[in-house]
């Protein structure tokens, strides 16, 4: 089972970005009921959960991205996506996305310039 993130890259702060997360391998079993999301990790800094669908049901954001940002999913196909518009520097780190505990990505860097 696989994590598959794709989508970062450089973009000019007030732009957009999107980040995709198939989950590769794993059965909708797994994949449907879990806790899933995305966690951020800058330079120097602790690791920020950025969004997540919860396993009751629910969406969550962070505060420094809500409104901002927008979490979706397509479970017939397995993948994730990170919405991120108006894009601030201090939005720049690398993305991890996550399902349940045990699977993670590889990591996408994203990159806001001023």
């Known amino acids: 089972v696989q994590l598959v993130e794709s989508g970062g890259g450089l973009v000019q702060a007030g732009g957009s970005l999107r980040l995709s997360c198939k989950a590769s391998?794993?059965?909708?079993?797994?994949?449907?009921?879990?806790?899933k999301g995305w966690y951020r990790q800058a330079p120097g800094k602790q690791r920020e959960l950025v969004a997540q669908?919860?396993?009751?049901?629910?969406?969550e954001y962070s505060d420094s991205v809500s409104g901002r940002f927008t979490i979706s999913r397509d479970n017939s196909r397995k993948t994730m996506y990170l919405q991120m518009n108006h894009l601030k520097v201090e939005d720049t780190a690398v993305y991890y996305c996550?399902?349940?505990?045990?699977?993670w990505g590889q990591g996408a860097q994203v990159t806001v310039a001023s």
């Open positions: 669908f919860t396993s009751d049901g629910r969406t």
């Open positions: 391998g794993m059965i909708t079993s797994v994949f449907n009921p879990n806790t």
């Open positions: 996550f399902v349940g505990e045990r699977y």
